[in-house]
């Protein structure tokens, strides 16, 4: 699994889990997933996802790469298949392992979560930082301390296209072509 956290809306989680889709699915089958919890007036953010509720959670697929919304764009980006989670934060865990069991078997998984750090270590866990921060500034020192990698999507816009050219899933481990170093 490689898990993108952010500091902020729009500071850059689904751009660079679609340019990680893109280069790793020319070889493996990937998986796209969003997790978000559920708060009053996120549909917005998020786009409209018709819901089927499971045991308080919601685990949506996305079959249409047009429709404009994140789970869209990285399955047009090459993902086999997506999927959007909702659930309230009491619920991330379960909603995560109801998922894996039912829903994966040995595809890579791309998924834009911060929270889902919480409970398990990725792969690979990168944390995309946006400053001035979109709305109200969240606690994220203890994501950063976690996270292989941080970048600045507004200012490193370079290293970001380097970090996705040099990727690769080689023997069921993230590797690089390069040596990329701890952010």
């Known amino acids: 699994m490689i898990l993108v956290g952010g500091n902020s809306r729009n500071s850059g989680k689904t751009t660079i889990a679609c340019n990680i889709i893109s280069k790793l699915s020319i070889n493996q089958d990937v998986i796209g997933l969003k997790i978000t919890g559920i708060r009053p007036g996120e549909k917005d953010f998020h786009g409209n996802h018709s819901e089927e509720n499971i045991s308080g959670f919601s685990i949506i697929e996305e079959v249409d790469?047009?429709?404009?919304?994140?789970?869209?764009?990285?399955?047009?980006?090459?993902?086999?298949?997506?999927?959007?989670?909702?659930?309230?934060?009491?619920?991330v865990r379960k909603a995560i392992l109801h998922f894996i069991s039912g829903y994966t078997t040995t595809e890579i998984l791309v998924c834009e979560s911060r929270s889902?750090?919480?409970?398990?270590?990725?792969?690979?866990?990168?944390?995309?930082?946006?400053?001035?921060?979109?709305?109200?500034?969240?606690?994220?020192?203890?994501?950063?301390?976690?996270?292989?990698?941080?970048?600045?999507?507004?200012?490193?816009?370079?290293?970001?296209?380097?970090?996705?050219?040099?990727?690769?899933?080689?023997?069921?481990?993230?590797?690089?072509?390069?040596?990329l170093s701890k952010a």
């Not at 919304?69 to 990285?74: A, I, L, P, V």
């Not at 409970?119 to 996270?147: E, S």
């Not at 200012?155 to 040596?179: K, M, W």
């Open 116 to 179: 889902l750090r919480d409970f398990f270590h990725p792969g690979l866990f990168l944390m995309m930082n946006r400053f001035p921060v979109m709305g109200k500034p969240k606690p994220v020192a203890q994501y950063i301390a976690k996270a292989d990698f941080t970048l600045d999507f507004a200012r490193q816009q370079d290293e970001i296209i380097q970090f996705c050219r040099s990727l690769d899933f080689v023997d069921g481990h993230f590797c690089f072509s390069n040596s």
């Open 65 to 91: 790469s047009s429709a404009g919304k994140d789970t869209s764009r990285m399955l047009e980006a090459g993902a086999r298949r997506v999927f959007y989670i909702r659930a309230q934060d009491i619920l």
